[in-house]
């Protein structure tokens, strides 16, 4: 399964809240929160949504013609968001699978 070895960290940014990034096992960042949380739990939440959660993922393309990916919840928040472009739909839609979309 791609991600397997990948590893979260959890951490504060500058402003004192919580963000989590996955990084594979070459250190590059696969995937990150898309905005700080004021609680360290509910950022290991949101860290942690799985497949069964009802998100809509949705694949676009930047200004730089490249793929991204980002996941809203139910309420339209958007709850995690690619790291950066892919030249293919497809290495955007793998990196998003590390991140829990079944397609």
């Known amino acids: 399964m791609a991600g397997e070895n990948d590893k979260f960290e959890v951490y504060q940014d500058k402003k004192g809240e919580w963000r989590w990034r996955r990084k594979a096992s070459n250190g590059q960042i696969v995937g990150a929160a898309s905005e700080g949380y004021k609680s360290k ?7 942690n949504r ?5 998100d809509k993922w949705e ?8 793929y991204r990916w980002r996941r809203k919840a139910s309420n339209g928040q958007i709850v995690g968001a690619s790291s950066e472009g ?5 290495d ?3 990196n998003a699978a590390r991140q829990g979309y079944t397609g």
Request: with cysteine; glycine share 8%; net charge negative.
């Open 41 to 47: 739990s509910d950022c290991e939440a949101n860290m």
């Open 86 to 90: 892919y030249k293919k739909k497809s």
């Open 59 to 66: 694949f676009y393309e930047d200004k730089r013609g490249e």
């Open 92 to 94: 955007a839609e793998a």
């Open 50 to 54: 799985g497949p069964k959660d009802s």
